[in-house]
């Protein structure tokens, strides 16, 4: 059974770019959260998918946003990139929107921005 | 609002002995907690989770964790350590109650364990 898979590993972009990143949720999850990990720091909610719709967001700008597929699948799309986005992505998935399901972690994205 | 300190940013320990990585919480409802682990350029591997049945939760790879609401804490503890438990280990809340599975991080604890 594959895991939470994400794509590309590695991504370099310069200021003012646009970046879409891909995550495929675990076999049987139907929810989707996004993370910002910054270097030295712990992860930081930008949003969750369920059902095809933002179920809730965290302290991001509008220039992040993001989409969920019908089989699950979600991207993550950050538009005019700051060199502060640089980061590691993660993409977590579990089996329900809410509760306290375990999120399964992917390996995440590494954004550079130059 | 809920949030999570994780105290010490860097513990270094001996090959055999305890470890002990602490967490303190802040959240108006009861919280579920979980500690998870990276290692380098990976992501994130749960280690336990706190969902209010048995304050002391078992996990992998030997670890454990016990919730103390009086403290406000989950300190994550392994009797021996080894070498391979050197990573980044970071504690996380979601809200009891209502909540929509927003994870809220600690900065992380950089386990070092020496030979």
Redesign the interface.
């Known amino acids: 059974d594959a895991g939470?898979t994400q794509s590309p590993t590695h991504l370099i972009k310069t200021r003012g770019q646009q970046v879409t990143l891909r995550c495929s949720p675990k076999s049987g999850h139907d929810?989707v959260?996004w993370?910002q990990q910054a270097l030295?720091?712990?992860?930081?909610?930008i949003f969750?998918y369920y059902e095809e719709e933002e179920?809730?967001r965290?302290n991001f700008p509008d220039r992040f946003s993001g989409h969920q597929f019908p089989n699950y699948s979600s991207e993550l799309n950050v538009n005019a990139l700051l060199l502060g986005d640089s980061a590691l992505y993660?993409c977590?998935s579990?089996s329900q929107?809410?509760?306290?399901?375990?999120?399964?972690?992917?390996?995440?994205t590494r954004l550079l921005v130059l | 609002a809920q949030s999570v300190t994780q105290l010490g940013s860097h513990v270094s320990v001996s090959e055999g002995a305890l470890v002990l990585l602490r967490c303190n919480y802040s959240s108006s409802v009861p919280p579920y907690l979980f500690w998870y682990v990276q290692y380098p350029n990976q992501g994130l591997q749960l280690l336990l989770k706190y969902t209010s049945a048995a304050t002391l939760v078992k996990g992998i790879n030997g670890f454990e964790a016990e919730f103390k609401k009086s403290e406000t804490s989950f300190h994550l503890t392994k009797p021996s350590a080894h070498m391979s438990d050197a990573a980044e280990y970071f504690c996380a809340v979601i809200m009891g109650s209502g909540n929509t599975g927003k994870l809220i991080f600690g900065q992380g604890t950089t386990l070092q364990v020496k030979p």
């Open positions: 939470v929810t959260s993370y030295g720091q712990g992860p930081q909610f969750q179920r809730q965290g993660l977590a579990s929107a809410g509760g306290a399901e375990t999120q399964y972690f992917g390996p995440g």
